[in-house]
DNA sequence: ACAAAACTTCGGTAAATGCCGAAGCATGGC
DNA sequence: GCCATGCTTCGGCATTTACCGAAGTTTTGT
């Protein structure tokens, strides 16, 4: 549930029994105690419960702990055996990952248009006028009940890229220009020429070796 | 078990078995499930087991947790009702903690002798002369096994102070200087006349309101 | 070689948990 | 006003879990 949600952001108590396979009376009593334990908020609209995580911390909560189980699982698994591109660039949920993510993470944080803090990374006043001129929306879907920036720790590549709404926005916006093409059900994301001139110019990236 | 050996780094299991109030039998079982999934290792010396946290990530996830915890079990406390003291300036673990601790980290962060990073804190090249200049080791017991530094969310202030190795060290050189004194057993430090002067011109703050 | 210490494995028990279906409560549409 | 929908509460069942003590294993000390 907790995952779903974290990819999903809003989801009733109904769509929640049924990803996780269970009876809505089962689902309602789980509910409940990830309500009381701070976990996940209710709103409610018309007859239905509407669930979301409570906020970034609990977000950063449910990544660590996806990301050991990443650590664990794949301790025994042969990530050799995963397709060139998908270590390259892949969808991280519904952003960015892979090199390439981390690529364009480091290049927003060196460049000056973000910053860390102890809360997660930040949006500078340089940051901020870059992602209006690029088109880049401050404002997505869920806005109000979506973290809108925090790192994601990238077991294929085993650094950090970006998440949350912002993460989301930019991926869109690759997209919609071409720079990156996506398949409906696949993990991988393919680069465009487009996207190579695209990004290596937008971040001073080289990544003619990216698409392998 | 995790928060005890959080603490003291390195346990063995029948010591994890008294602090966690359960038979030798019943601790080995439950040892053996933390082992298999990735959160503690095990290294047998002579007829013992030693435990420890398996590295700095299991840290932050359990910090996450008892970050959270703390959170909502704050929620429907009287904070108030904490004595003056102890909100001020208290011991977390075995480091400073509190307002006090609060501002020696962020006067730390400011002075350009720590600085934030995606995994977390780090030590600056001027740091680490600010260190040795100030005789505070980069070395402290089990240095090996335990994280060197970390962000510690505080619970009483709202803010964040200095956790690991390092915080550790800090804290025994203050107490070594008689800027401030711990009791056994008790929660809350006192800040000497001594250190209201030593702390106040290391770290450029006025401390005479903290003392309360 | 023998005993003690530290830990694990095994068998059994009591408590907790997850789960379901039926019934009960709100809300929205007709 | 009435029914359908979405969710919760309740009672009860089956499974799982945590736990202990006894017995077994390895290592240390004498």
């Known amino acids: 549930m907790l995952i779903a949600l974290r990819f999903d952001c809003v989801l ?15 689902a309602s009593e789980h509910l409940t105690k990830l309500t009381v334990a701070g976990l996940i908020s209710c709103k409610k609209v018309g007859r239905s419960r509407l669930y979301s995580i409570t906020d970034g911390d609990v977000c950063d909560l449910i990544d660590g702990i996806t990301a050991h189980a990443d650590r664990i699982g794949s301790r025994h698994e042969d990530k050799s055996r995963l397709p060139k591109a998908v270590k390259h660039s892949r969808l991280c949920l519904d952003h960015l990952g892979g090199e390439l993510g981390c690529l364009v993470s480091n290049a927003m944080f060196s460049g000056g248009y973000l910053r860390h ?6 949006v500078t006043r340089d940051g901020e006028g870059w992602l209006s001129s690029h088109e880049i929306g401050k404002h997505f879907p869920n806005e109000h ?15 950090y890229h970006l998440g949350g709404g912002i993460a989301a926005a930019l991926l869109a916006t690759f997209v919609e220009r071409d720079w990156l093409r996506t398949r409906r059900g696949e993990i991988a994301v393919s680069l465009t020429p487009k996207g190579i001139t695209g990004l290596g110019k937008t971040f001073g990236l080289d990544l003619r070796q990216v698409t392998g």
């Open 12 to 26: 009733s108590a109904k769509e929640l029994a049924a990803v996780a396979n269970i009876a809505p009376s089962t």
């Open 117 to 122: 803090t102890p809360k997660g990374p930040e």
């Open 145 to 159: 009940l979506r973290c809108p920036l925090r790192l994601c720790h990238d077991w294929t590549h085993g650094g």
